[in-house]
């Protein structure tokens, strides 16, 4: 079964408190992963793309990875105003058509 | 520049009644999508257009309709609304349904069905 499972459920730092998000998944046929944040009451923000292992992007304190299996999103001296939930959704070409399927997300507090 | 505008914002509505959710983008985008959004769960679609003129089910379309009215507008409409449609619903747009189908989605709309 195509499956995206993120970890942690969520994650509480410090501020300057480095970290990584977890994003695993088991599609057949991936096609890109991507993560966004989203803040309380507001939809998903696009944060990156990533399309092949070994590809990593930065933004900021942030800088994502990606494997065959997995993604990571490392933060670095993270501030109070990273605090969000952090989605993962991989699309894979299924049925036809590109399908996204999106993680449950990580909430994270980053607490001065 | 707004991106993707969805009204309204919350709505409560009784088990029965229907309601329809509205969304516009204006990046002239020509793919749309609704999703819902439920607690320990991932965005899950609902309906999606590929293009104006087309609409195909996503995951979980049954207790809903969507019409793509042109290339800006994109509705969601609950004939018969349930408690199990409690929940948060986003819509969202991208440039294409091809491999670079970065979204943009909007703010939101709560609903709750009593």
């Known amino acids: 079964e195509d499956q995206v499972t993120q970890s942690p459920e969520a994650l509480r730092l410090q501020e300057g408190e480095s970290s990584s998000l977890n994003c695993s998944y088991t599609?057949?046929?991936?096609?890109?992963l991507f993560w966004y944040r989203q803040d309380p009451g507001k939809g998903p923000e696009f944060l990156f793309t990533l399309y092949s292992a070994g590809e990593e992007k930065e933004k900021e304190r942030l800088k994502a990875t990606l494997t065959k299996k997995e993604s990571f999103l490392h933060i670095t001296a993270p501030k109070p105003e990273d605090s969000a939930t952090y989605l993962c959704?991989?699309?894979?070409?299924?049925?036809?058509?590109?399908?996204?399927?999106f993680g449950a997300g990580t909430r994270l507090a980053v607490h001065p | 520049n707004a991106g993707v505008t969805q009204t309204p914002k919350f709505q409560v509505l009784k088990t029965g009644q229907s309601m329809t959710l509205q969304c516009a983008q204006d990046m002239n985008h020509n793919s749309m999508y609704w999703y819902r959004q439920d607690p320990g769960m991932g965005l899950r679609l609902i309906y999606y257009?590929?293009?104006?003129?087309?609409?195909d089910k996503g995951e979980v379309p049954n207790g809903y309709n969507v019409s793509r009215l042109n290339k800006r507008e994109f509705s969601l409409r609950l004939e018969s609304a349930a408690p199990s449609q409690t929940s948060v619903y986003f819509c969202a747009s991208s440039e294409s349904r091809a491999i670079r189908m970065e979204l943009f989605f909007g703010s939101g709309t709560q609903l709750s069905v009593l």
């Open positions: 599609v057949s046929g991936l096609r890109g």
């Open positions: 257009s590929a293009s104006e003129g087309t609409t």
């Open positions: 959704a991989v699309s894979m070409f299924s049925g036809g058509y590109n399908k996204l399927i």
